[in-house]
């Protein structure tokens, strides 16, 4: 075995000193000036030196060391590599870029490390115009152009502008393979535009390539759920929920799959089983309170619920809820009448003789109204004298395809509707919350209905108007799945006032930006009612009507504006 070379042998321990700093500082320094003096040129001992001068606090000598080995050592790309991730830490962060741009990204460092600075110089820029420019100044007609090109393309897609994401991710692919990160993004632009199967053949593809790695997991459940694939949606979510237990994202996914009863009970009880071990995992804890909610004793959900409305994660989310579960008695929450919470039940109808109309009830993507599953939404509606027809969309696509039971399409299932509540002879209210409140609009202006009440509806369906908090990616996927499936009939408000009979009760946060420009573009119309409610600044305004009284105010309204027609 040949020994190593005394150069070898001082840089070893050298850097067995830096790794002790700054017990070592006076050897240290005296050990790297003596080996720079004996090897003036070599390059190792010049990055260590730059390393020392920084940790002494010495920055403009350790700028000059590195662009004294750039000069020694030209066509090597350490020194600038090093010299970059200075700057980035001084927050000399122009200097950074500039660097980066003419010394670092065409040179001759790894991919990895220079797709990396990429990250970083870039994230350094807060303005998205400077970002888009540096971006595009690193262009330069290569193979490499792919990776500014993919950033490009993930902040068209954060900005919702998903034709100009779609034609930079196909630009980027034609030069070369994609970062897994980009083809993440590309999964969601997949879902925004509906092409579920080519979600599905992707997510496949990534889960088998890292199968250690949870998002791809939840995004092969979530493209199996698109697809009605249910026993592959139900074999991949048994298998993640036991190797990644804590992931609340899992359990976030769990609440919006229709799984048959028998299942979701199953997978409850698993999770019941390890709540204790969650204590501390508000996220985690607060999903498993919205499966409470359809699984356990009204008692126990309602206090789960109450122990998180202070938490700093999930306060934003569970203090509405909690108000509107305290707002009623418990018993409210009984569910007497045995209303299935079965997430695979599409259709139920509960009638009484006194009606004085029938209320359709959309379910929201949770489930239910709002967080409440139909038993508990059922706790509400029976104060008041109606039927009520529950309705819930296992095909996942905002009741805009109709629902599986009552026919092939939208059309199908206005008909379907027609038929079930006609013999009735009372009016039709129609009602939803977030997506399942445009739902519920639509199908009221197609059925001529007395009334629809929307809690938040984003009846300019490009909105990012999510339910609760998602992963960051998604960028407001879920608004832009809902304008692909309504493509054919984009304008809300035209289908609104093509049906003046219809009156059209909007409720929303009255300090909300995004929901209050919603709901304005309904104020014209004569058959609109806006509802603000005060205090209210998120989406969540179900619960917040819930807890205030507005809830039954609104529904009350209707109904008597239905009598009177």
Same mark, same amino acid.
């Given at each position: 075995m040949?020994?190593?070379?005394p150069?070898?042998?001082?840089?070893?321990?050298?850097?067995?000193?830096?790794?002790?700093?700054?017990?070592?500082?006076?050897?240290?320094?005296?050990?790297?000036?003596?080996a720079?003096?004996?090897?003036?040129?070599?390059?190792?001992?010049?990055?260590?030196?730059?390393?020392?001068?920084?940790?002494?606090?010495?920055?403009?000598?350790?700028?000059?060391?590195?662009?004294? #080995?750039?000069?020694?050592?030209?066509?090597?790309?350490?020194?600038?590599v090093?010299?970059?991730?200075l700057l980035?830490?001084?927050?000399?962060?122009?200097?950074?870029?500039?660097?980066?741009?003419?010394?670092?990204?065409?040179?001759?460092?790894p991919?990895?490390?220079?797709?990396?600075?990429?990250?970083?110089?870039?994230?350094?820029?807060?303005?998205?115009?400077?970002?888009? #420019?540096?971006?595009?100044?690193?262009?330069?007609?290569?193979?490499?152009?792919?990776?500014?090109?993919?950033?490009?393309?993930?902040?068209?897609?954060?900005?919702?502008?998903?034709?100009?994401?779609?034609?930079?991710?196909?630009?980027?692919?034609?030069?070369?393979?994609?970062?897994?990160?980009?083809?993440?993004?590309?999964?969601?632009?997949?879902?925004?535009?509906?092409?579920?199967?080519?979600?599905?053949?992707?997510?496949?593809e990534?889960?088998?390539?890292?199968?250690?790695?949870?998002?791809?997991?939840?995004?092969?459940i979530?493209?199996?759920?698109f697809?009605?694939?249910?026993?592959e949606?139900?074999?991949?979510?048994?298998?993640a929920?036991?190797?990644?237990?804590?992931?609340?994202?899992?359990?976030f996914?769990?609440?919006?799959?229709?799984?048959?009863g028998?299942?979701?009970?199953?997978?409850?009880?698993?999770?019941?089983?390890?709540?204790?071990?969650?204590?501390?995992?508000d996220?985690?804890?607060?999903?498993?309170?919205?499966?409470?909610?359809?699984?356990a004793?009204?008692?126990?959900?309602?206090?789960?619920?109450?122990?998180?409305?202070a938490?700093?994660l999930?306060?934003?989310?569970?203090?509405?809820?909690?108000?509107?579960?305290?707002?009623?008695?418990?018993?409210?929450?009984?569910?007497?009448q045995?209303?299935?919470?079965?997430?695979?039940?599409?259709?139920?109808?509960?009638?009484?003789?006194?009606?004085?109309?029938?209320?359709?009830?959309f379910?929201?993507?949770?489930?239910?109204?709002?967080?409440?599953?139909?038993?508990?939404?059922?706790?509400?509606?029976?104060?008041?004298?109606?039927?009520?027809?529950?309705?819930?969309?296992?095909?996942?696509?905002?009741?805009?395809?109709?629902?599986?039971?009552?026919?092939?399409?939208?059309?199908?299932?206005?008909?379907?509707l027609?038929?079930?509540?006609?013999?009735?002879?009372?009016?039709?209210?129609?009602?939803?919350s977030?997506?399942?409140?445009?739902?519920?609009?639509? #199908?009221?202006?197609?059925?001529?209905a007395?009334?629809?009440?929307?809690?938040?509806?984003?009846?300019?369906l490009g909105?990012?108007?999510?339910?609760?908090?998602?992963?960051?990616?998604?960028?407001?996927?879920?608004?832009?799945?809902?304008?692909?499936?309504?493509?054919?009939?984009?304008?809300?408000?035209?289908?609104v006032?093509?049906?003046?009979?219809?009156?059209?009760?909007?409720?929303?946060?009255?300090?909300? #930006?995004?929901?209050?420009?919603?709901?304005?573009?309904?104020?014209?119309?004569?058959?609109?009612?806006?509802?603000?409610?005060?205090?209210?600044?998120d989406?969540?305004?179900?619960e917040?009507?819930?807890?205030?009284?507005?809830?039954?105010?609104i529904?009350?309204?209707?109904?008597?504006?239905a009598?009177?027609?």
């Amino acid at each position: 075995m040949t020994a190593p070379s005394p150069v070898a042998e001082e840089i070893a321990a050298i850097e067995r000193l830096v790794a002790q700093k700054p017990a070592a500082g006076e050897e240290l320094s005296a050990r790297i000036l003596a080996a720079r003096a004996r090897w003036p040129s070599q390059l190792r001992l010049q990055l260590l030196q730059g390393t020392w001068l920084e940790a002494e606090g010495r920055i403009d000598a350790a700028v000059a060391c590195y662009r004294a #080995a750039q000069a020694e050592h030209r066509g090597n790309p350490w020194p600038a590599v090093r010299l970059v991730e200075l700057l980035l830490r001084q927050r000399r962060h122009e200097e950074a870029r500039t660097v980066f741009r003419d010394e670092v990204w065409g040179g001759g460092a790894p991919e990895r490390t220079r797709t990396g600075l990429l990250s970083q110089t870039t994230a350094s820029i807060p303005d998205p115009a400077g970002r888009e #420019a540096f971006l595009r100044s690193l262009l330069r007609q290569q193979p490499d152009d792919r990776f500014p090109l993919l950033k490009l393309a993930v902040m068209r897609f954060r900005q919702k502008d998903r034709a100009a994401a779609e034609a930079l991710f196909a630009e980027a692919a034609s030069l070369g393979p994609m970062t897994d990160e980009a083809q993440l993004i590309l999964l969601e632009l997949h879902f925004a535009a509906a092409r579920f199967e080519e979600a599905h053949a992707l997510a496949q593809e990534l889960q088998a390539r890292h199968p250690d790695r949870v998002e791809f997991a939840r995004r092969r459940i979530q493209a199996a759920t698109f697809l009605h694939r249910v026993d592959e949606m139900i074999a991949l979510l048994q298998v993640a929920l036991l190797r990644w237990p804590e992931d609340w994202l899992l359990l976030f996914r769990f609440n919006r799959c229709p799984l048959p009863g028998e299942t979701d009970r199953t997978l409850f009880a698993a999770l019941t089983a390890r709540r204790d071990a969650m204590a501390g995992n508000d996220r985690w804890l607060f999903q498993y309170a919205i499966a409470s909610l359809r699984h356990a004793e009204p008692g126990l959900a309602v206090a789960l619920v109450r122990s998180l409305a202070a938490s700093p994660l999930v306060g934003h989310m569970a203090a509405p809820l909690a108000a509107a579960l305290a707002a009623h008695p418990l018993d409210c929450w009984a569910n007497p009448q045995a209303v299935s919470h079965a997430c695979d039940e599409e259709v139920q109808l509960l009638t009484r003789p006194d009606a004085v109309a029938t209320v359709i009830l959309f379910a929201s993507v949770a489930g239910g109204l709002g967080y409440l599953p139909f038993g508990m939404a059922d706790g509400l509606l029976r104060q008041r004298p109606v039927n009520v027809l529950y309705l819930r969309d296992t095909r996942h696509r905002a009741f805009t395809t109709g629902i599986r039971s009552l026919g092939a399409d939208h059309a199908a299932m206005i008909e379907a509707l027609h038929g079930m509540t006609r013999p009735l002879g009372v009016p039709v209210l129609t009602m939803g919350s977030s997506i399942a409140g445009v739902a519920a609009i639509r #199908a009221a202006a197609r059925m001529q209905a007395a009334a629809a009440i929307s809690f938040a509806g984003p009846v300019n369906l490009g909105l990012d108007a999510t339910e609760e908090e998602a992963p960051a990616a998604a960028g407001g996927t879920r608004s832009s799945l809902y304008a692909s499936f309504t493509e054919a009939e984009p304008d809300l408000v035209a289908l609104v006032r093509a049906a003046p009979a219809t009156i059209v009760h909007q409720c929303f946060g009255a300090d909300f #930006a995004p929901d209050v420009e919603a709901a304005q573009l309904l104020a014209p119309m004569a058959n609109a009612r806006l509802h603000p409610e005060p205090g209210c600044a998120d989406h969540l305004v179900i619960e917040h009507a819930i807890a205030s009284g507005s809830f039954l105010r609104i529904l009350d309204a209707a109904l008597q504006g239905a009598a009177a027609a």
